[in-house]
């Protein structure tokens, strides 16, 4: 039995880990068709104060890029990549810089996305994603005060 570790990235709880198991394969949970549904993956970065905000475009660019360039089986498989910076009245930002919205249209493909450190099989994640990741990273707050994932399961009403 293969038990897998999900995190759950909470905003104003403390962060849980939710515990998978069965007999599921890291094929299985990165399959096109496994949980088939909206899935929404928010992405909140906290820059590095010497990153310039050229740099930080850039960053923005190659991110929205991502969703013409991660392909599965020779077609594009994210639904649609949205950006921005924090504006809102309320002050509860956490101080993250830029956030990202991707959406999915199954777990699967979140999955098959996401990878690293879940999926470990280089043939089961997306490699531009993987290159995306360490591009960012050292342009980040170290540690989880740079990014803040967040994903979770559009309701029908």
Aim: with cysteine.
């Amino acid at each position: 039995m293969k038990k897998i570790l999900w995190l759950v990235a909470c905003l104003s709880l403390p962060c849980m880990a939710q515990e998978v198991t069965g007999n599921l394969s890291s094929e299985s949970i990165t399959a096109k068709g496994y949980r088939p549904g909206r899935i929404e993956h928010i992405v909140l970065f906290k820059y590095r104060r010497d990153v310039s905000d050229q740099t930080r475009r850039q960053v923005a660019d190659r991110f929205l890029g991502l969703k013409d360039q991660c392909v599965r089986n020779g077609a594009p498989y994210i639904a649609s990549i949205v950006t921005g910076a924090p504006n809102s009245l309320e002050g509860l930002d956490g101080g993250f810089d830029q956030g990202f919205i991707v959406s999915f249209n199954s777990e699967g493909d979140r999955n098959y996305y996401v990878g690293t450190p879940v999926i470990k099989d280089p043939h089961l994640f997306d490699a531009k994603h993987d290159e995306f990741k360490h591009f960012v990273k050292p342009l980040l707050l170290t540690g989880p005060e740079g990014v803040l994932v967040f994903d979770f399961r559009v309701q029908d009403n």
